[in-house]
């Protein structure tokens, strides 16, 4: 299919208009002008580049692309070796962020709770992107961290009495620390996210309120893995989830 056919069909699914970010959504560097080959990862680091080139892709599809708010636009050091693999090569690089945190079906938010069990109830957060819920079936909140390591791979920092119950959780993928106390006021038995703040272990002790960082990266693979599959069954096209190796 055309790039820019490819580019109008997720920005209309995700809705990208609608949100206000710290990144360009969509298109951030044009490469060919047929796709055939999309990749997906989490963040377009240097290894996702050249993982995508080695599988042969025409477009690589992440969640953290380039050109953040407030950082030099300068093209040099890291910087410029990604750009220039990129032109090099001829790949399309595109990029989702709060758009793809938000989906109500392929996002970050709503795969986490497919694999989890959680019931989404309502939103809340910045541009309501974060959600809370009921987990199906409710446990103790040791029981739930092993659930979460099962599902991602790696054991989730906890602040919470361990067999404490779990039965109304507020999540949001990545770095969203500050919506914890947002979360307390929902009334929640935990919030989970990926990562934790110093003042996030003080708050969860004295309100009894668990908070559970599980990942950045752990929280975050899913969404657009999910959108590649999505892609790859509409328009037939090949698609190839990239791994990475992110601890955080």
């Known amino acids: 299919m055309q790039l820019y056919e490819l580019r109008d069909y997720i920005e209309s699914l995700l809705e990208v208009g609608a949100f206000r970010d710290y990144c360009p ?27 995508a080139t080695n599988w042969g892709a025409d477009a ?88 979460l390591s099962e599902e991602l791979g790696q054991a989730p920092q906890v602040i919470g009495i361990p067999d404490g ?11 969203a620390q500050d919506y914890f106390e947002e979360a307390v006021m929902l009334g929640v038995d935990v919030f989970l996210t990926g990562e934790i703040s110093e003042r996030n272990v003080h ?20 969404g657009v893995r999910a959108l590649g599959n999505h892609l790859a069954r509409r328009f037939g096209l090949e698609h190839h989830f990239i791994e990475q190796d992110c601890p955080v």
């Open 165 to 175: 119950p779990v039965k109304r959780v507020a999540w949001c993928s990545g770095a």
């Open 203 to 222: 708050l969860a002790r004295e309100t009894g309120v668990a908070f559970v960082a599980a990942g950045h990266y752990a929280t975050e693979r899913f």
């Open 25 to 51: 959504n969509g298109l951030q560097v044009e490469g060919k002008t047929e796709v055939q080959r999309i990749a997906t990862a989490v963040t377009a680091s240097q290894d996702a580049l050249e993982a």
């Open 60 to 147: 690589l599809i992440v969640h953290h692309g380039y050109f953040w708010r407030g950082e030099a636009p300068n093209l040099v050091g890291i910087k410029k070796r990604r750009i220039e693999h990129l032109l090099k090569h001829e790949m399309s690089l595109l990029a989702y962020h709060l758009p793809l945190d938000a989906h109500p079906e392929l996002g970050n938010n709503a795969q986490l709770a497919s694999y989890l069990g959680l019931g989404k109830e309502g939103a809340f957060g910045e541009q309501k992107i974060a959600c809370f819920g009921q987990l199906q079936p409710q446990m103790t909140l040791a029981q739930f961290a092993s659930r």
